[in-house]
């Protein structure tokens, strides 16, 4: 029988929220003996839309794209950094596409048992929380989703895990 949490998703962009959640997922896998995987997805539909809007030219769109694929690869790095310091395996994967299809995409494909997500954002309206796609990805995925709050509590829970 597989276990409960065999296969955590832990979707990070860089945020303090999104950190605290990698730290909670890799002490999950820790007590679960599970596996992580962190997933960075560079939002390559919002780019798209700004060129289709006028906003960005072509090339700065490129510009933009090739700097948040480098801010991807430093937050995965990190997170790789962080698991190899507390002795978990952890597999990193970054993505372009629209943030809630890859999320729900990668859910699908690895099977994940557990979605971890930072805390949400505080919604001001209707329009804001149409727009959230960590939200909505916590509303559709096909999986299980854990949503982690209290960062000081995160922290000082994985600074002492050995």
């Not at 303090?16 to 997922?25: G, P």
């Not at 060129?51 to 948040?68: K, M």
Request: charged content about 30%; glycine content about 4%; proline content about 1%.
């Amino acid at each position: 029988m597989r276990p409960l949490l065999d296969k955590i998703l832990v979707y990070i962009d860089g945020s303090d929220r999104s950190i605290t959640a990698l730290q909670y997922a890799l002490c999950l896998a820790r007590q679960s003996g599970g596996s992580v995987c962190a997933l960075y997805v560079v939002n390559t539909r919002a780019l798209d839309e700004l060129v289709n809007a006028n906003i960005f030219l072509q090339v700065e769109q490129e510009e933009y794209t090739t700097d948040i694929e480098a801010d991807a690869n430093r937050y995965l790095n990190f997170a790789r950094d962080m698991a190899r310091g507390k002795g978990i395996e952890i597999e990193t994967v970054c993505r372009r596409g629209s943030i809630l299809q890859e999320i729900l995409a990668h859910i699908k494909e690895s099977t994940a048992d557990l979605l971890v997500i930072g805390e949400l954002s505080r919604i001001n309206s209707r329009l804001d929380a149409l727009h959230d796609d960590t939200e909505r990805a916590m509303r559709m995925s096909g999986c299980s989703v854990l949503i982690v709050k209290d960062d000081d509590r995160v922290e000082d829970i994985f600074e002492k895990l050995t």
